[in-house]
C-alpha cells in the first residue's frame, strides 16, 4: 500500500474481499489484503492452510542478522533494493562502563562489521542507522511505522511496530533478501484472534502486565500461526508505546504478528515525533483504517479466536524463570522464592530492551527514583538503563530525566541491545553463583543475560523494576510494602504515571543515520579477506535427487531447544557473519534426550561419548553423509536468527523431525533446504533411540500435503516405520531441490 495508495482503489479493493467473504473485515484482513499480490486476491484464503503472497512496504535488518540477509542479497546479483530498507547497528555494543565508552568500544571492536554493514547499505540503497542510533523495533517505530503499512524485518520482535497499527512480521534473513529483490512474500494465511481490551490499567499495572496476561492464557506456543488484533475503548486509551509493548511480546506467544486497530494515540504520536506527513497520510485513511461494524456486532464471524481482557482487572506480574510464560503475581512472588529456594536479594535490576526502552517506560523509572531520593533512598543494586533510541535519549536530557537517573546512581547504557542478548561485562557475579535479576526485556532464557546458567531472570514492568532496585528484595511488592527512608520515615512508593508522548516533542536527533545513498556508481562492498567474523557466502549444494538413507541422529533434544540454544549468542555473536565460524557453536545449549548432558552426544559410529555437537556433526558428515536432529515440542522458539538453521545444513544436516516447530525457525529450516518434518503420531518422538539409524525414502515424489515415509532401523536389527509430515508447499520444495531458496532464485532468473 504505502505512502501511493489510492483511496478509491483500496475501497474497491476491500469492497471486492467483503462480497468474497460476504461480510466486512477486521482491520488485519484490510492490511494484509490491501499488500496482496496479484493472482492471491480472488479466493477466500484458509487460515492455516493456503499461503498468501503480500508485498510488504519496508524491511529491517539488525546487524546480526543483516550480515548473512546482505551476504545472501550479493549473491542475487541485484543492483539495489526494491523496496525501502534500513540496517540498524544495536546488537554488537557490550555493556560495560556505560554509554559512551562503551560505544566507542565497539566501533573499533566491530569495525569490520560496521565497515561492511555501512558499505552493503550504501551500494544497495538501504538506510544505515550506525551505532548508538537505538534499537532497530524503537527506531522503526519512532520514524517509519505508519499505520495500515506492512513491513518484515529480520528480528523476531519487528512486530513491535504494531503499537502503531502497522502489520510487522519477524522474519529470517533470507525472506528480506527476496522482499528487497522484488518478490512478493509468502506466508501460511494466519488464524486471527481478536483481543478486546475493556475498562483501563491502574495503579501499577502496565502494558507488560497485559502481556504477562496473554502469556498466561497462550503460553509460549499458543501464538503460531495467529495474528492477533487488538481493539475496543481499553485499547484506545492505551499510548503507541504501551501498545508498542504488547505487540512487541507477541513474539514471546510464538504469534506471526500483533496488530493495534489505528486510533487517536497513532494520530497523537506521530504528530508528537515530528511526522507530520506520516501523521496526515494516516489521518486521511481512517475510514479504511477502522474495523468494519460487525468485528463489534458479531466479532465470531471474523475472528478464529475471541479474548476479552478487563484493564481494570490487570495485576502486576513478574515472568520467569527461564520461560517467558511462567507467570506469577507480584502479590505471590515472595511465597514462590521461598518455596524455590532463590535469594532475597536481588543482584542486578536492568530497564531496557526494544520492549520497554520508551520515554514513559524511562520516565517511569526516574519518578520512582526521585521519590525515593526524596527520601534518601537510591537503588540499592547495580541498575543499568538503556534509553531505545538517540531520539528518547536526547529527550530524556532534555527533559531532565537524565540527570534524575545518574543522580540516584543509575548507570546509563548506550541505546543499543546490550545485556539483553548477552551484551553484559557482568564482573559482580561469580559464574556458576545461583543469583536473581529483574529486567525490562522480553525474553529470560537460561543464561542469555550473563552467560551465567544459575542467573535467575525475571521479566517485569519499568516502574515496578525501579522499586525492586530501590528495595533490593525480589519478593518486594510496591503495593503494599513500605520503605524506610534514611529520613527515619516508612513510605509508600507512589504509582508513577508517565504522560503518553513527551509534552515537548519527540527530539529529532537521528544518531549517527546514514540515508541511503542516491549516487551508487562506483560504491563497492567492504570485506576484509581475512576477517574471521565475515567471509563472503557460498552456495549450498543441490539435492542430489537421492533418498537419504541411513542417517544417524546428531541429537534428539529434550524439552524447550530454543533458537539461543541450537545457535548460541554470547560469545558467538562475533561470528555472525562467518558461517565456518559460527557453526562451531552448533546446538551447543541443547540438552541431549539421552544422556541429561548439554551440547554433546555419543558418535554412535565409534562409540566415544561427550563428543561436542559440532565435531560430532562434522565426524557425520564426512562419514554417514550427513545426519538428522530429532526436536521436541516447538522446536527453535525465540529469536529469527537464521544461523540456527544455516550452520545445521552447512554441518550436514539433512532433516529436523520435531514434535512442532516454531514459525520462523521452521521457515529458515526450509529457505535452506533443510527437511522440516513433523510426528503425524507425537508420541512417536519417544521411540527414537540413540542408536538408530533413519531413511527417509520416496522424496522424489515429495508433495505438498503427502507424508514422508521414514524408516527407522534399531540397532538390534529390527525395523520400523514412521509417518512423517510437512508443511512444504510445491515452490518450497523447489527450495529444497535446489539447494536453497536463493539457489532457485538464481535457477529463475538464468
Ligand atoms: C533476540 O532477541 O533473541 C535477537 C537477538 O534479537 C534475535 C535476533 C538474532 O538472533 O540476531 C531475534 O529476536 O530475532
Ligand atoms: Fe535486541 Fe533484545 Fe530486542 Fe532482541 S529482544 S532486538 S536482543 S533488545
Not at 550504501?122 to 519512532?142: D, N
Not at 501499577?204 to 506456543?221: C, H, N, Q, T, Y
Request: charged share 25%; aromatic share 8%; with cysteine.
Amino acid at each position: 500500500m504505502g505512502r501511493s495508495i489510492d483511496i478509491s482503489k483500496a475501497r474497491a479493493i476491500l469492497e471486492k474481499k467483503r462480497r468474497l467473504l460476504g461480510r466486512g473485515l477486521s482491520y488485519t484482513e484490510k492490511v494484509l489484503f490491501l499488500h496482496e499480490a496479484k493472482g492471491y486476491k480472488k479466493r477466500a484464503l484458509i487460515p492455516g492452510k493456503d499461503q498468501i503472497g503480500l508485498y510488504p512496504d519496508r524491511v529491517a535488518m539488525q546487524d546480526a542478522t543483516a550480515q548473512l540477509a546482505m551476504l545472501q542479497f550479493m549473491q542475487t546479483g541485484m543492483e539495489k533494493t526494491q523496496v525501502e530498507a534500513t540496517i540498524h547497528c544495536d546488537h554488537f555494543i557490550m555493556a560495560s562502563h556505560g554509554d559512551l565508552a562503551d560505544l566507542e568500544e565497539a566501533v573499533a571492536e566491530n569495525k569490520e562489521i560496521y565497515d561492511f554493514l555501512s558499505s552493503a547499505a550504501a551500494r544497495y540503497g538501504i538506510g544505515f542507522w550506525g551505532p548508538g542510533s537505538g534499537i532497530m523495533h524503537q527506531v522503526v517505530l519512532e520514524n517509519y511505522a505508519v499505520p495500515g503499512d506492512l513491513m518484515i524485518g529480520s528480528d523476531s520482535h519487528t512486530p513491535n511496530a504494531g503499537g502503531l497499527g502497522m502489520i510487522a512480521i519477524g522474519v529470517g534473513g533470507a525472506d528480506v533478501v527476496e522482499v528487497m529483490a522484488g518478490l512478493p512474500w509468502e506466508t501460511v494465511y494466519p488464524f486471527l484472534v481478536g483481543v478486546k481490551l475493556i475498562g483501563s490499567l491502574t495503579g501499577w499495572a502496565s502494558a507488560k502486565d497485559v502481556i504477562f496476561e496473554m502469556l498466561r492464557r497462550f503460553g509460549v506456543k499458543g501464538g503460531t500461526g495467529r495474528i492477533f488484533e487488538y481493539f475496543g475503548e481499553g485499547a484506545e486509551g492505551l499510548s503507541v508505546t504501551q501498545k508498542a509493548t504488547i505487540t512487541n511480546m507477541g513474539a514471546e506467544l510464538g504469534a506471526t504478528s500483533s496488530v493495534f486497530v489505528y486510533d487517536r494515540s497513532m494520530n497523537d504520536y506521530l504528530r508528537n515525533a515530528g511526522r507530520i506527513e506520516d501523521a496526515d497520510y494516516a489521518y486521511a485513511l481512517r475510514e479504511i483504517l477502522k474495523q468494519d461494524d460487525v468485528c463489534e456486532r458479531g466479532p465470531e464471524m471474523v475472528f478464529n479466536e475471541l479474548v476479552e481482557i478487563d484493564l481494570n482487572a490487570i495485576e502486576i506480574s513478574h515472568s520467569g524463570p527461564f520461560t517467558p510464560d511462567r507467570i506469577t503475581k507480584v502479590r505471590e512472588f515472595n511465597d514462590l522464592v521461598s518455596r524455590e529456594g532463590w535469594p532475597g536479594d536481588i543482584s542486578a535490576v536492568l530497564l531496557g530492551s526494544c520492549t520497554n526502552s520508551s520515554y514513559s517506560d524511562l520516565y517511569a523509572a526516574a519518578h520512582i527514583l526521585e521519590e525515593a531520593a526524596g527520601h534518601g533512598l537510591k537503588p540499592k543494586v547495580p541498575f543499568l538503563l538503556s534509553p531505545g533510541s538517540a531520539r528518547v535519549y536526547e529527550t530524556i536530557r532534555r527533559d531532565e530525566i537524565l540527570n534524575k537517573l545518574i543522580d540516584a546512581g543509575a548507570v546509563i547504557l548506550t541505546s543499543a541491545c546490550g545485556p539483553c542478548i548477552g551484551q553484559w561485562d557482568r564482573k559482580d557475579v561469580r559464574k556458576g553463583a545461583l543469583n536473581c535479576i529483574f529486567t525490562t526485556f522480553n525474553r529470560n532464557f537460561k543464561a542469555r543475560n550473563d552467560a551465567n546458567p544459575e542467573t535467575r531472570a525475571f521479566l517485569t514492568s519499568p516502574a515496578v523494576a525501579a522499586g525492586l532496585a530501590v528495595s533490593g528484595k525480589t519478593g518486594f511488592n510496591p503495593e503494599t510494602d513500605t520503605l524506610k527512608g534514611a529520613d527515619g520515615v516508612e513510605f509508600r512508593l507512589s504509582a508513577p504515571k508517565p504522560p503518553p508522548v513527551p509534552e515537548g516533542g519527540l527530539s529529532s536527533s537521528k544518531g549517527s543515520f546514514i540515508p541511503p545513498t542516491k549516487d551508487r556508481s562506483g560504491m563497492t562492498v567492504r570485506i576484509d579477506p581475512g576477517s574471521e567474523r565475515i567471509e563472503p557466502l557460498r552456495p549450498f549444494e543441490r539435492w542430489d535427487g537421492r533418498d537419504f538413507l541411513d542417517l544417524p541422529v546428531l541429537v534428539k533434544t529434550r524439552g524447550k531447544t530454543t533458537t539461543d540454544q541450537i545457535s548460541p549468542g554470547g560469545r558467538w555473536l562475533r561470528y555472525r557473519g562467518h558461517i565456518r565460524n559460527i557453526s562451531e557453536n552448533l546446538l551447543e545449549g541443547a540438552i541431549n534426550a539421552y544422556t541429561g548432558d548439554t551440547g554433546s552426544g555419543t558418535n554412535v559410529i565409534t562409540g566415544e561419548k561427550g563428543v561436542r555437537f559440532a565435531r560430532l556433526a562434522r565426524f557425520y558428515k564426512e562419514n554417514a553423509s550427513g545426519f538428522v536432529i530429532i526436536g521436541d515440542e516447538n522446536y527453535g522458539e525465540g529469536s529469527s536468527r537464521e544461523h540456527a538453521a544455516m550452520s545445521p545444513r552447512f554441518m550436514g544436516t539433512k532433516a529436523v523431525i520435531a514434535r512442532t516447530f516454531a514459525r520462523i525457525h521452521e521457515a529458515n529450516l526450509k529457505r535452506h533446504g533443510i527437511l522440516a518434518l513433523t510426528f503425524r503420531d507425537r508420541g512417536e518422538y519417544d521411540k527414537i533411540c540413540e542408536f538408530d539409524k533413519i531413511s527417509l525414502v520416496g522424496l522424489k515424489r515429495l508433495r505438498p500435503g503427502r507424508p514422508v515415509r521414514g524408516v527407522i532401523k534399531r540397532k538390534d536389527g529390527s525395523i520400523f516405520d514412521l509417518i512423517l509430515n510437512h508443511a512444504l508447499t510445491r515452490e518450497q520444495i523447489d527450495w529444497f531441490k535446489a539447494g536453497s531458496a536463493l539457489n532457485n532464485m538464481d535457477v529463475k532468473r538464468r
